[in-house]
């Protein structure tokens, strides 16, 4: 039993590397499995330009990855330390530190991502046809004390929806309609979780269209003008 406890200070570094770095081996390949399932998902469901919005907006999740091991492992090895030297006192003082720093560097974090979002995409290379798809679910209520946008709600009936995804997605009416509850769904809860707002409430946008009443093409065209009557306006 005392051998076991004392392990990392009696045992050949050679065999405790052996010993350690396969679970931490397999818990990598779990994290890129994770991330390989989550694509295809998407893929599927949104298609390419899904899987090309969330590629863009992953470096803002590795980047708290980055802050979050930074401050848990510096943290447990402080701790692993000042218990070895048996300076129990040290090692809450330095683990509670941690604990604080990790707190308030993610608040800031989320602080400055939710300010500049559009301007850090520019810097992750964001294209024009993939910013809708990594700003959508909440970009109103996050832009909402910006001046130069315009927050539009696109909408249509669940027949036409449903047309649409067999023509462009390949699937059949039963399949359309199931991913399209589901994704509406999940857009719905996303927005309520953060917001306390409802997703489809015409209070929350400037403009609602409904591309029944005007096709795509056209109701395309009408957002078109209407971002060029906002650019124009605020140049004046």
């Known amino acids: 039993m005392e051998k076991e406890e004392n392990i990392l200070g009696r045992e050949k570094i050679s065999k405790l590397i052996r010993k350690f770095s396969i679970p931490c081996i397999i818990s990598l390949l779990v994290s890129s499995l994770y991330n390989i399932v989550d694509q295809i998902f998407i893929g599927w469901g949104v298609g390419y330009l899904g899987n090309g919005a969330t590629n863009v907006v992953f470096p803002l999740t590795m980047i708290g990855l980055a802050f979050s091991l930074m401050f848990g492992d510096g943290s447990s090895a402080y701790l692993s330390l000042k218990l070895g030297e048996k300076k129990k006192e040290e090692a809450t003082k330095g683990v509670g530190n941690g604990i604080m720093i990790s707190t308030l560097v993610s608040i800031l974090y989320c602080i400055i991502t939710l300010i500049f979002l559009p301007q850090l995409l520019n810097v992750f290379g964001c294209t024009d046809n ?3 798809l ?14 130069n946008t315009l927050n539009i709600f696109v909408y249509s009936d669940i027949e036409n929806e449903i047309q649409r995804a067999t023509k462009y997605y390949g699937l059949d009416k039963e399949n359309a309609a199931r991913e399209i509850n589901r994704i509406n769904k999940l857009r719905s809860n996303h927005y309520k979780y953060y917001t306390e707002k409802d997703w489809k409430s015409p209070a929350n946008y400037d403009i609602c269209i409904n591309s029944d009443a005007l096709g795509v093409e056209k109701s395309s065209e009408l957002i078109c003008n209407l971002v060029k009557s906002k650019i124009s306006n605020q140049k004046i």
């Open 130 to 132: 993939l910013r809708e």
């Open 134 to 147: 990594a700003l959508q679910w909440c970009a109103n209520f996050i832009l909402k004390d910006y001046k």
